[in-house]
Protein backbone atom coordinates (compact mmCIF):
# COMPACT_ATOMS: atom_id res chain seq x y z
CA UNK A 1 0.00 0.00 0.00
CA UNK A 2 0.99 3.57 -0.89
CA UNK A 3 1.60 5.14 2.62
CA UNK A 4 2.85 8.65 1.14
CA UNK A 5 4.63 10.45 -1.60
CA UNK A 6 6.74 13.73 -1.05
CA UNK A 7 7.14 16.01 -4.27
CA UNK A 8 10.25 18.56 -4.41
CA UNK A 9 11.02 21.01 -7.15
CA UNK A 10 8.83 19.18 -9.48
CA UNK A 11 7.02 21.11 -12.37
CA UNK A 12 4.87 23.33 -10.16
CA UNK A 13 5.40 21.89 -6.61
CA UNK A 14 7.99 23.46 -4.56
CA UNK A 15 7.12 20.88 -1.40
CA UNK A 16 4.49 18.30 -1.39
CA UNK A 17 3.47 16.17 1.10
CA UNK A 18 0.39 13.54 0.63
CA UNK A 19 -0.65 11.13 3.20
CA UNK A 20 -2.80 8.09 1.67
CA UNK A 21 -5.07 5.72 3.59
CA UNK A 22 -6.27 2.57 2.37
CA UNK A 23 -9.60 2.45 0.80
CA UNK A 24 -10.48 4.81 -2.02
CA UNK A 25 -8.30 7.92 -2.16
CA UNK A 26 -9.45 10.90 -4.46
CA UNK A 27 -7.62 13.74 -5.76
CA UNK A 28 -10.35 16.45 -7.74
CA UNK A 29 -10.26 20.01 -9.05
CA UNK A 30 -10.18 22.02 -11.91
CA UNK A 31 -8.99 21.32 -15.10
CA UNK A 32 -5.31 22.46 -15.38
CA UNK A 33 -5.12 22.44 -11.35
CA UNK A 34 -2.10 20.36 -11.73
CA UNK A 35 -3.65 16.58 -10.81
CA UNK A 36 -1.33 15.05 -13.62
CA UNK A 37 1.47 16.54 -11.79
CA UNK A 38 0.81 14.06 -9.08
CA UNK A 39 0.64 10.82 -11.67
CA UNK A 40 3.35 12.05 -13.35
CA UNK A 41 4.94 11.92 -9.93
CA UNK A 42 3.97 8.58 -9.34
CA UNK A 43 4.89 7.65 -12.87
CA UNK A 44 8.16 8.43 -11.83
CA UNK A 45 8.30 6.16 -8.63
CA UNK A 46 6.94 3.36 -10.80
CA UNK A 47 10.53 4.04 -13.18
CA UNK A 48 8.72 5.87 -16.00
CA UNK A 49 10.98 8.32 -18.48
CA UNK A 50 11.98 11.86 -17.25
CA UNK A 51 11.20 14.78 -19.01
CA UNK A 52 13.12 17.78 -19.19
CA UNK A 53 10.18 19.86 -18.03
CA UNK A 54 10.01 18.07 -14.80
CA UNK A 55 12.76 19.70 -13.04
CA UNK A 56 10.84 23.28 -11.28
CA UNK A 57 14.04 25.39 -10.48
CA UNK A 58 16.87 24.34 -12.84
CA UNK A 59 19.51 25.65 -10.42
CA UNK A 60 18.26 22.59 -7.80
CA UNK A 61 17.55 18.79 -7.88
CA UNK A 62 13.78 17.26 -8.46
CA UNK A 63 13.31 14.76 -5.96
CA UNK A 64 10.06 12.09 -5.59
CA UNK A 65 9.87 9.72 -2.92
CA UNK A 66 7.20 7.59 -2.14
CA UNK A 67 6.70 5.16 1.23
CA UNK A 68 5.24 1.89 0.98
CA UNK A 69 3.73 -0.56 3.47
CA UNK A 70 4.42 -3.96 2.24
CA UNK A 71 2.08 -6.32 3.40
CA UNK A 72 2.49 -9.77 0.96
CA UNK A 73 4.88 -12.27 3.00
CA UNK A 74 5.78 -13.09 -0.59
CA UNK A 75 7.08 -9.65 -1.55
CA UNK A 76 8.34 -9.35 1.85
CA UNK A 77 10.73 -11.99 1.53
CA UNK A 78 11.55 -10.92 -1.86
CA UNK A 79 12.71 -7.31 -1.17
CA UNK A 80 14.89 -9.45 2.01
CA UNK A 81 16.81 -11.67 -0.71
CA UNK A 82 17.56 -8.16 -2.30
CA UNK A 83 18.95 -6.53 0.60
CA UNK A 84 15.82 -3.88 0.14
CA UNK A 85 14.38 -5.14 3.58
CA UNK A 86 15.78 -6.01 6.61
CA UNK A 87 14.29 -8.73 8.80
CA UNK A 88 11.26 -7.60 10.69
CA UNK A 89 10.75 -4.20 8.50
CA UNK A 90 7.45 -3.93 6.39
CA UNK A 91 7.79 -0.25 5.06
CA UNK A 92 10.51 0.62 1.91
CA UNK A 93 10.81 4.17 0.20
CA UNK A 94 11.48 4.29 -2.95
CA UNK A 95 12.89 7.50 -3.97
CA UNK A 96 13.80 8.94 -7.49
CA UNK A 97 16.08 12.14 -7.77
CA UNK A 98 16.96 13.99 -11.03
CA UNK A 99 19.60 16.54 -11.18
CA UNK A 100 19.53 19.56 -13.33
CA UNK A 101 21.92 18.02 -15.89
CA UNK A 102 19.93 15.42 -16.18
CA UNK A 103 21.21 12.96 -14.63
CA UNK A 104 18.88 10.86 -12.31
CA UNK A 105 19.52 8.64 -8.93
CA UNK A 106 17.01 6.11 -7.86
CA UNK A 107 17.09 4.08 -4.04
CA UNK A 108 15.49 1.63 -2.44
CA UNK A 109 16.01 2.33 1.44
CA UNK A 110 18.78 4.31 0.68
CA UNK A 111 20.23 1.71 -1.68
CA UNK A 112 21.40 2.56 -5.13
CA UNK A 113 19.91 0.77 -7.65
CA UNK A 114 18.89 0.83 -11.59
CA UNK A 115 15.64 1.66 -13.64
CA UNK A 116 15.05 -1.19 -14.25
CA UNK A 117 15.32 -2.95 -10.63
CA UNK A 118 13.13 -0.07 -9.63
CA UNK A 119 10.53 -1.43 -12.53
CA UNK A 120 10.68 -4.51 -10.88
CA UNK A 121 9.97 -3.46 -7.48
CA UNK A 122 6.84 -1.24 -7.99
CA UNK A 123 5.72 -3.52 -10.80
CA UNK A 124 4.35 -5.41 -7.79
CA UNK A 125 3.20 -2.47 -5.65
CA UNK A 126 1.30 -0.36 -8.30
CA UNK A 127 -1.11 -0.14 -11.33
CA UNK A 128 -1.61 2.70 -12.92
CA UNK A 129 -4.23 3.46 -15.70
CA UNK A 130 -3.75 6.85 -17.54
CA UNK A 131 -6.50 8.25 -20.14
CA UNK A 132 -4.24 7.86 -23.26
CA UNK A 133 -1.13 5.75 -22.35
CA UNK A 134 -1.13 2.07 -22.10
CA UNK A 135 -2.63 0.10 -19.12
CA UNK A 136 -0.66 -2.71 -17.79
CA UNK A 137 -3.62 -4.65 -19.07
CA UNK A 138 -2.87 -4.00 -22.44
CA UNK A 139 0.23 -6.01 -21.90
CA UNK A 140 -0.14 -9.51 -23.22
CA UNK A 141 2.42 -11.44 -21.30
CA UNK A 142 0.32 -10.74 -18.17
CA UNK A 143 -2.94 -12.12 -19.30
CA UNK A 144 -1.34 -15.24 -18.68
CA UNK A 145 -0.74 -14.51 -14.96
CA UNK A 146 -4.01 -12.31 -14.59
CA UNK A 147 -5.80 -16.57 -15.46
CA UNK A 148 -3.62 -18.19 -13.76
CA UNK A 149 -4.05 -16.03 -10.10
CA UNK A 150 -8.12 -16.68 -11.16
CA UNK A 151 -7.14 -20.31 -10.84
CA UNK A 152 -5.93 -21.17 -7.21
CA UNK A 153 -5.09 -24.64 -8.37
CA UNK A 154 -2.86 -23.03 -11.49
CA UNK A 155 0.20 -22.46 -8.96
CA UNK A 156 1.18 -25.43 -8.35
CA UNK A 157 0.72 -26.73 -12.19
CA UNK A 158 2.89 -23.76 -12.77
CA UNK A 159 5.56 -24.51 -9.85
CA UNK A 160 5.69 -28.05 -11.36
CA UNK A 161 5.90 -27.47 -14.97
CA UNK A 162 8.56 -24.79 -14.61
CA UNK A 163 10.57 -27.22 -12.67
CA UNK A 164 10.37 -29.56 -15.11
CA UNK A 165 10.55 -27.76 -18.18
CA UNK A 166 14.37 -26.10 -16.22
CA UNK A 167 15.18 -30.12 -16.45
CA UNK A 168 13.67 -31.12 -19.74
CA UNK A 169 16.16 -28.59 -21.19
CA UNK A 170 18.87 -29.07 -19.38
CA UNK A 171 19.45 -32.78 -20.45
CA UNK A 172 18.17 -31.58 -24.08
CA UNK A 173 21.21 -29.03 -23.89
CA UNK A 174 23.75 -31.62 -22.36
CA UNK A 175 22.57 -34.12 -25.05
CA UNK A 176 23.07 -31.54 -28.13
CA UNK A 177 26.35 -30.56 -26.74
CA UNK A 178 27.07 -34.26 -26.57
CA UNK A 179 26.45 -35.09 -30.36
CA UNK A 180 28.58 -32.02 -31.07
CA UNK A 181 31.21 -33.00 -29.39
CA UNK A 182 31.53 -36.18 -31.25
CA UNK A 183 33.65 -35.60 -34.27
CA UNK A 184 36.14 -34.66 -31.32
CA UNK A 185 35.40 -37.83 -29.17
CA UNK A 186 38.59 -39.68 -30.26
CA UNK A 187 41.18 -36.71 -30.53
CA UNK A 188 39.70 -36.39 -26.59
CA UNK A 189 39.83 -39.62 -25.54
CA UNK A 190 44.09 -39.87 -26.73
CA UNK A 191 44.02 -36.69 -24.91
CA UNK A 192 42.47 -38.07 -21.31
CA UNK A 193 44.42 -41.24 -22.26
CA UNK A 194 47.72 -39.74 -22.23
CA UNK A 195 47.10 -37.56 -19.22
CA UNK A 196 46.07 -40.21 -17.14
CA UNK A 197 48.85 -42.34 -17.86
CA UNK A 198 51.61 -39.46 -17.34
CA UNK A 199 49.98 -39.05 -13.77
CA UNK A 200 49.60 -42.75 -12.96
CA UNK A 201 53.87 -43.47 -13.65
CA UNK A 202 54.08 -40.68 -11.34
CA UNK A 203 52.73 -42.68 -8.59
CA UNK A 204 52.22 -39.25 -6.31
CA UNK A 205 50.70 -39.05 -2.74
CA UNK A 206 49.09 -36.81 -0.75
CA UNK A 207 51.76 -34.87 1.04
CA UNK A 208 54.39 -35.90 -1.02
CA UNK A 209 55.59 -32.78 -1.77
CA UNK A 210 56.14 -31.51 1.83
CA UNK A 211 58.13 -34.39 2.69
CA UNK A 212 60.54 -34.25 -0.29
CA UNK A 213 61.06 -30.29 0.60
CA UNK A 214 61.66 -31.36 3.98
CA UNK A 215 63.80 -34.28 3.27
CA UNK A 216 66.44 -32.20 0.87
CA UNK A 217 66.76 -29.46 3.32
CA UNK A 218 68.11 -32.49 5.64
CA UNK A 219 70.22 -33.90 2.91
CA UNK A 220 72.08 -30.14 2.08
CA UNK A 221 71.96 -29.70 6.06
CA UNK A 222 73.27 -33.29 6.83
CA UNK A 223 76.90 -32.24 7.70
CA UNK A 224 75.62 -29.74 10.51
CA UNK A 225 72.54 -31.61 11.41
CA UNK A 226 75.09 -34.74 12.52
CA UNK A 227 77.70 -32.56 14.66
CA UNK A 228 74.93 -30.85 16.56
CA UNK A 229 73.56 -34.26 16.94
CA UNK A 230 76.55 -36.04 18.14
CA UNK A 231 76.46 -32.91 20.66
CA UNK A 232 73.16 -33.04 21.99
CA UNK A 233 73.71 -36.85 22.82
CA UNK A 234 76.74 -36.14 24.90
CA UNK A 235 75.23 -33.42 26.56
CA UNK A 236 72.17 -35.34 27.03
CA UNK A 237 73.23 -38.85 28.35
CA UNK A 238 76.86 -39.79 27.41
CA UNK A 239 79.14 -37.24 28.34
CA UNK A 240 82.58 -39.51 29.11
CA UNK A 241 83.11 -36.81 32.64
CA UNK A 242 79.65 -38.23 34.29
CA UNK A 243 78.69 -34.73 33.73
CA UNK A 244 75.29 -35.26 30.95
CA UNK A 245 71.92 -34.20 31.91
CA UNK A 246 70.99 -37.47 32.24
CA UNK A 247 73.60 -38.21 34.85
CA UNK A 248 73.24 -35.16 37.04
CA UNK A 249 69.56 -35.75 37.31
CA UNK A 250 70.43 -39.90 38.01
CA UNK A 251 72.63 -38.72 40.59
CA UNK A 252 69.89 -36.18 42.37
CA UNK A 253 67.72 -39.00 42.56
CA UNK A 254 69.98 -41.01 44.16
CA UNK A 255 69.98 -37.77 47.16
CA UNK A 256 66.56 -37.71 47.21
CA UNK A 257 66.03 -41.74 47.56
CA UNK A 258 68.73 -41.26 50.44
CA UNK A 259 66.11 -38.33 51.72
CA UNK A 260 62.59 -39.95 51.62
CA UNK A 261 62.08 -39.13 55.23
CA UNK A 262 61.15 -35.67 54.35
CA UNK A 263 58.06 -34.66 52.36
CA UNK A 264 59.61 -31.52 50.56
CA UNK A 265 62.60 -33.87 49.06
CA UNK A 266 60.46 -36.76 48.47
CA UNK A 267 57.94 -35.41 46.58
CA UNK A 268 60.87 -34.60 44.03
CA UNK A 269 61.13 -38.27 43.63
CA UNK A 270 58.54 -38.89 40.65
CA UNK A 271 59.59 -35.30 38.80
CA UNK A 272 62.87 -36.49 38.49
CA UNK A 273 62.04 -39.75 37.56
CA UNK A 274 60.03 -38.73 34.72
CA UNK A 275 62.97 -35.96 33.47
CA UNK A 276 65.55 -38.94 33.43
CA UNK A 277 62.43 -40.68 30.87
CA UNK A 278 62.38 -37.39 28.97
CA UNK A 279 65.94 -37.24 28.85
CA UNK A 280 66.21 -41.09 27.59
CA UNK A 281 64.05 -40.42 24.57
CA UNK A 282 65.29 -37.45 23.34
CA UNK A 283 68.57 -39.04 23.16
CA UNK A 284 66.92 -41.84 21.65
CA UNK A 285 65.24 -39.41 19.17
CA UNK A 286 68.29 -37.55 18.31
CA UNK A 287 70.34 -40.85 17.67
CA UNK A 288 67.81 -42.23 15.36
CA UNK A 289 68.12 -38.95 13.58
CA UNK A 290 71.53 -39.03 13.43
CA UNK A 291 71.78 -42.46 12.18
CA UNK A 292 69.15 -41.48 9.46
CA UNK A 293 71.49 -39.07 8.24
CA UNK A 294 73.91 -41.63 5.98
CA UNK A 295 72.49 -40.79 2.99
CA UNK A 296 73.70 -42.82 -0.40
CA UNK A 297 75.64 -40.88 -3.15
CA UNK A 298 73.01 -39.08 -5.29
CA UNK A 299 70.22 -39.13 -2.72
CA UNK A 300 70.31 -35.32 -3.17
CA UNK A 301 69.73 -35.83 -7.11
CA UNK A 302 67.06 -37.72 -6.65
CA UNK A 303 65.31 -35.97 -4.41
CA UNK A 304 65.46 -32.91 -6.75
CA UNK A 305 64.56 -34.89 -10.01
CA UNK A 306 60.92 -36.09 -7.85
CA UNK A 307 60.43 -32.57 -7.26
CA UNK A 308 61.04 -31.39 -10.37
CA UNK A 309 58.39 -33.90 -12.05
CA UNK A 310 55.80 -33.00 -9.43
CA UNK A 311 56.55 -29.31 -10.29
CA UNK A 312 56.37 -30.25 -13.86
CA UNK A 313 52.75 -31.72 -13.10
CA UNK A 314 51.56 -29.43 -11.20
CA UNK A 315 52.28 -26.83 -14.31
CA UNK A 316 49.67 -28.74 -15.86
CA UNK A 317 47.29 -30.18 -13.81
CA UNK A 318 46.79 -28.11 -10.36
CA UNK A 319 48.26 -25.63 -8.14
CA UNK A 320 49.31 -28.91 -5.87
CA UNK A 321 49.45 -32.54 -5.50
CA UNK A 322 45.86 -32.79 -4.01
CA UNK A 323 44.56 -30.87 -6.97
CA UNK A 324 46.90 -33.19 -10.29
CA UNK A 325 44.49 -35.85 -8.49
CA UNK A 326 41.54 -34.48 -8.33
CA UNK A 327 42.03 -33.71 -12.24
CA UNK A 328 43.33 -37.18 -12.58
CA UNK A 329 39.54 -38.71 -11.10
CA UNK A 330 37.78 -36.24 -13.17
CA UNK A 331 39.90 -36.80 -16.30
CA UNK A 332 39.30 -40.95 -15.91
CA UNK A 333 35.58 -40.54 -15.17
CA UNK A 334 35.48 -38.31 -18.70
CA UNK A 335 36.96 -40.91 -20.26
CA UNK A 336 34.62 -43.16 -18.67
CA UNK A 337 32.15 -41.89 -20.12
CA UNK A 338 33.71 -41.07 -23.81
CA UNK A 339 34.29 -44.53 -24.24
CA UNK A 340 30.89 -45.44 -22.89
CA UNK A 341 29.64 -43.00 -25.50
CA UNK A 342 25.97 -44.99 -27.11
CA UNK A 343 25.48 -45.75 -23.15
CA UNK A 344 25.53 -41.75 -22.30
CA UNK A 345 23.54 -40.69 -25.67
CA UNK A 346 21.32 -43.20 -25.03
CA UNK A 347 20.69 -42.47 -21.34
CA UNK A 348 20.69 -38.58 -21.86
CA UNK A 349 17.79 -39.08 -24.48
CA UNK A 350 15.85 -41.50 -22.25
CA UNK A 351 15.90 -38.55 -19.30
CA UNK A 352 14.90 -36.05 -21.96
CA UNK A 353 12.29 -38.11 -23.45
CA UNK A 354 10.72 -38.87 -20.05
CA UNK A 355 10.71 -35.30 -18.96
CA UNK A 356 9.21 -33.99 -22.07
CA UNK A 357 6.54 -36.55 -21.45
CA UNK A 358 5.98 -35.56 -18.14
CA UNK A 359 6.20 -31.49 -19.15
CA UNK A 360 3.46 -32.25 -22.12
CA UNK A 361 1.33 -34.17 -19.33
CA UNK A 362 1.13 -31.23 -16.85
CA UNK A 363 1.03 -29.01 -19.44
CA UNK A 364 -2.43 -30.80 -20.43
CA UNK A 365 -3.53 -30.52 -17.35
CA UNK A 366 -2.53 -26.79 -16.58
CA UNK A 367 -4.14 -25.62 -19.67
CA UNK A 368 -7.43 -27.54 -18.83
CA UNK A 369 -7.28 -25.52 -15.55
CA UNK A 370 -6.91 -22.32 -17.76
CA UNK A 371 -9.60 -22.79 -19.61
CA UNK A 372 -12.20 -23.31 -17.33
CA UNK A 373 -10.54 -20.13 -15.42
CA UNK A 374 -10.87 -17.98 -18.49
CA UNK A 375 -14.28 -19.04 -19.22
CA UNK A 376 -15.38 -18.54 -15.49
CA UNK A 377 -13.43 -14.96 -15.58
CA UNK A 378 -15.19 -13.85 -19.15
CA UNK A 379 -18.59 -14.62 -17.67
CA UNK A 380 -17.86 -12.53 -14.50
CA UNK A 381 -16.47 -9.76 -16.86
CA UNK A 382 -19.15 -9.85 -18.64
CA UNK A 383 -21.65 -9.34 -15.17
CA UNK A 384 -19.55 -6.64 -14.40
CA UNK A 385 -19.87 -4.72 -17.66
CA UNK A 386 -23.78 -5.36 -17.43
CA UNK A 387 -23.74 -3.64 -14.02
CA UNK A 388 -21.67 -0.84 -15.63
CA UNK A 389 -24.36 -0.54 -18.03
CA UNK A 390 -22.27 -1.88 -20.92
CA UNK A 391 -24.16 -5.03 -21.80
CA UNK A 392 -23.41 -5.09 -25.54
CA UNK A 393 -19.76 -5.12 -24.93
CA UNK A 394 -18.53 -8.29 -25.84
CA UNK A 395 -15.24 -9.54 -24.28
CA UNK A 396 -13.63 -12.93 -25.44
CA UNK A 397 -10.81 -14.97 -23.40
CA UNK A 398 -9.46 -16.99 -26.02
CA UNK A 399 -6.48 -19.47 -24.86
CA UNK A 400 -4.12 -20.57 -27.88
CA UNK A 401 -1.76 -23.55 -27.93
CA UNK A 402 2.06 -21.88 -28.69
CA UNK A 403 4.23 -23.10 -31.20
CA UNK A 404 6.80 -23.82 -28.63
CA UNK A 405 7.11 -24.87 -25.01
CA UNK A 406 7.73 -22.47 -22.43
CA UNK A 407 8.83 -22.24 -18.99
CA UNK A 408 5.22 -21.22 -18.12
CA UNK A 409 3.86 -24.05 -19.93
CA UNK A 410 2.38 -24.28 -23.70
CA UNK A 411 -0.67 -21.60 -23.46
CA UNK A 412 -0.58 -18.18 -24.95
CA UNK A 413 -3.67 -15.95 -23.71
CA UNK A 414 -5.49 -13.44 -25.77
CA UNK A 415 -7.80 -10.73 -24.08
CA UNK A 416 -10.54 -9.49 -27.29
CA UNK A 417 -12.56 -6.99 -27.06
CA UNK A 418 -15.84 -5.06 -28.90
CA UNK A 419 -17.04 -1.92 -27.91
CA UNK A 420 -20.17 -2.18 -30.28
CA UNK A 421 -22.68 -4.27 -31.51
CA UNK A 422 -21.70 -6.20 -34.80
CA UNK A 423 -18.24 -5.25 -34.44
CA UNK A 424 -15.82 -8.54 -34.47
CA UNK A 425 -13.77 -9.12 -30.90
CA UNK A 426 -10.12 -7.47 -31.78
CA UNK A 427 -7.41 -8.12 -29.38
CA UNK A 428 -7.36 -5.67 -26.48
CA UNK A 429 -3.65 -4.24 -26.88
CA UNK A 430 -5.16 -2.76 -30.20
CA UNK A 431 -8.40 -0.73 -28.97
CA UNK A 432 -7.70 2.70 -28.36
CA UNK A 433 -8.60 3.89 -24.59
CA UNK A 434 -11.06 5.44 -24.06
CA UNK A 435 -14.79 5.51 -21.74
CA UNK A 436 -15.51 2.49 -23.01
CA UNK A 437 -11.66 0.43 -22.11
CA UNK A 438 -12.22 2.99 -19.01
CA UNK A 439 -15.32 0.80 -18.13
CA UNK A 440 -13.84 -2.21 -19.23
CA UNK A 441 -10.69 -1.82 -17.05
CA UNK A 442 -12.73 -1.52 -14.50
CA UNK A 443 -15.08 -3.84 -15.08
CA UNK A 444 -12.03 -6.52 -15.13
CA UNK A 445 -10.12 -5.31 -12.18
CA UNK A 446 -13.67 -5.53 -10.46
CA UNK A 447 -13.59 -9.42 -11.14
CA UNK A 448 -10.38 -9.90 -10.30
CA UNK A 449 -10.57 -7.89 -6.77
CA UNK A 450 -10.27 -11.00 -4.75
CA UNK A 451 -7.26 -12.44 -6.83
CA UNK A 452 -5.34 -9.88 -8.09
CA UNK A 453 -2.34 -9.72 -6.31
CA UNK A 454 -1.38 -5.55 -6.74
CA UNK A 455 -2.07 -3.72 -3.73
CA UNK A 456 -2.42 -0.08 -5.34
CA UNK A 457 -4.70 0.78 -8.23
CA UNK A 458 -3.96 4.62 -9.85
CA UNK A 459 -6.63 5.71 -12.04
CA UNK A 460 -6.43 9.12 -14.03
CA UNK A 461 -10.09 10.33 -14.55
CA UNK A 462 -11.05 6.73 -15.62
CA UNK A 463 -14.59 8.33 -15.72
CA UNK A 464 -13.66 10.94 -18.68
CA UNK A 465 -16.59 10.10 -21.24
CA UNK A 466 -19.09 8.62 -18.77
CA UNK A 467 -22.39 9.96 -17.57
CA UNK A 468 -25.75 9.20 -16.04
CA UNK A 469 -26.79 5.89 -14.31
CA UNK A 470 -23.35 4.49 -15.75
CA UNK A 471 -21.23 7.19 -13.50
CA UNK A 472 -23.50 6.27 -10.52
CA UNK A 473 -22.33 2.31 -11.65
CA UNK A 474 -19.20 3.04 -11.73
CA UNK A 475 -19.08 5.29 -8.47
CA UNK A 476 -20.63 1.78 -6.73
CA UNK A 477 -17.51 -0.02 -8.55
CA UNK A 478 -14.70 1.76 -7.97
CA UNK A 479 -15.87 1.85 -3.97
CA UNK A 480 -16.44 -2.24 -4.07
CA UNK A 481 -12.76 -2.40 -5.55
CA UNK A 482 -11.59 -0.03 -2.73
CA UNK A 483 -13.08 -3.13 -0.24
CA UNK A 484 -10.22 -4.96 -1.22
CA UNK A 485 -7.60 -2.72 -3.03
CA UNK A 486 -6.08 0.76 -2.06
CA UNK A 487 -7.57 2.54 -5.41
CA UNK A 488 -5.97 6.39 -5.56
CA UNK A 489 -8.29 8.39 -8.32
CA UNK A 490 -8.07 11.44 -9.93
CA UNK A 491 -11.98 12.52 -11.11
CA UNK A 492 -13.96 15.39 -12.26
CA UNK A 493 -17.22 13.60 -11.06
CA UNK A 494 -18.97 14.20 -8.14
CA UNK A 495 -20.67 11.16 -7.68
CA UNK A 496 -17.28 9.33 -7.82
CA UNK A 497 -15.57 11.77 -5.31
CA UNK A 498 -18.31 11.32 -2.71
CA UNK A 499 -17.84 7.67 -1.75
CA UNK A 500 -13.93 8.56 -0.82
CA UNK A 501 -12.55 7.66 2.07
CA UNK A 502 -9.87 10.48 1.76
CA UNK A 503 -10.24 13.64 -0.54
CA UNK A 504 -7.81 15.57 -1.76
CA UNK A 505 -8.61 19.04 -3.49
CA UNK A 506 -5.51 20.07 -6.19
CA UNK A 507 -5.75 23.81 -6.97
CA UNK A 508 -3.28 26.23 -8.77
CA UNK A 509 -1.98 29.32 -6.59
CA UNK A 510 -0.38 32.48 -8.23
CA UNK A 511 1.96 34.33 -5.57
CA UNK A 512 4.64 37.18 -6.95
CA UNK A 513 4.42 36.06 -10.38
CA UNK A 514 4.57 32.99 -9.77
CA UNK A 515 2.66 29.76 -9.97
CA UNK A 516 2.52 26.90 -8.09
CA UNK A 517 -0.02 23.99 -7.07
CA UNK A 518 -1.70 23.55 -3.77
CA UNK A 519 -3.09 20.49 -2.38
CA UNK A 520 -5.66 20.55 0.79
CA UNK A 521 -6.91 17.31 2.16
CA UNK A 522 -10.50 18.25 2.76
CA UNK A 523 -12.07 17.75 6.18
CA UNK A 524 -16.44 17.17 6.12
CA UNK A 525 -17.64 21.50 5.14
CA UNK A 526 -14.71 21.91 2.73
CA UNK A 527 -15.59 18.35 0.85
CA UNK A 528 -19.54 19.69 0.85
CA UNK A 529 -18.21 22.75 -0.82
CA UNK A 530 -15.65 20.97 -3.18
CA UNK A 531 -18.78 18.59 -4.16
CA UNK A 532 -20.48 21.37 -4.84
CA UNK A 533 -18.45 22.92 -7.16
CA UNK A 534 -18.28 19.97 -9.30
CA UNK A 535 -22.12 19.96 -9.58
CA UNK A 536 -22.91 23.37 -10.25
CA UNK A 537 -19.84 24.79 -10.45
CA UNK A 538 -18.52 27.46 -8.38
CA UNK A 539 -21.36 29.74 -8.13
CA UNK A 540 -23.37 26.39 -7.13
CA UNK A 541 -26.66 26.80 -5.01
CA UNK A 542 -28.00 26.22 -1.68
CA UNK A 543 -29.60 23.24 -3.71
CA UNK A 544 -26.51 22.34 -5.33
CA UNK A 545 -24.74 22.32 -2.10
CA UNK A 546 -27.90 20.40 -0.24
CA UNK A 547 -27.29 18.35 -3.30
CA UNK A 548 -23.63 17.73 -2.32
CA UNK A 549 -24.28 16.71 1.23
CA UNK A 550 -26.92 14.33 0.36
CA UNK A 551 -24.31 12.32 -2.16
CA UNK A 552 -21.95 12.49 0.81
CA UNK A 553 -24.38 11.36 3.58
CA UNK A 554 -25.39 8.42 1.09
CA UNK A 555 -22.40 7.30 0.86
Known sequence: MLVEIYIQNFVLIDELRMEFEPGLNVLTGETGAGKSIIIDALGLVMGERIKNEFIRDSSKKALVEALFEINSQEERNLLLQQGILAEGESMVVISREISPNGRNIVRANNRIVSVAFLKDITASLLDMHVQNERSSFFENEKYLHIVDDFAPEAGAFRDRISSVYRQWQEKEQKLQQWLQDQNNRLQKIDFLSFQIEEIEAAKLFPGEEEELQSLRLRIRNAEKISAGSRQLIHMLY????????????????????????EPVIAALKEPLEEIIYSLQEMAATVSDLQDSLDFQPGALDEVENRLYLIERLKSKYGAGIEEVLAFYQQARQELQELENYEQVEGHLRSEADKLQQEYYRIAAQLSAVRREAASRLQDMVGRELADLHMPHIIFEIIVNQKDTPAVNGCDDIEFMFSANPGESPRPLSKVASGGEISRFILALKAALAS????????????????????????????????????????????????????????????????????????????????????LGGYQYSDITLQHARELLKRN
Open 238 to 261: RQEEGNSAHDLVSLSLDVVRNLMD
Open 451 to 534: TYRIPTLVFDEIDVGVGGTALGAMADKLYQIAANHQVILVTHAAQVASYAHCHYLIDKQVKNNSTFVQVTRLQEETREQEIARM
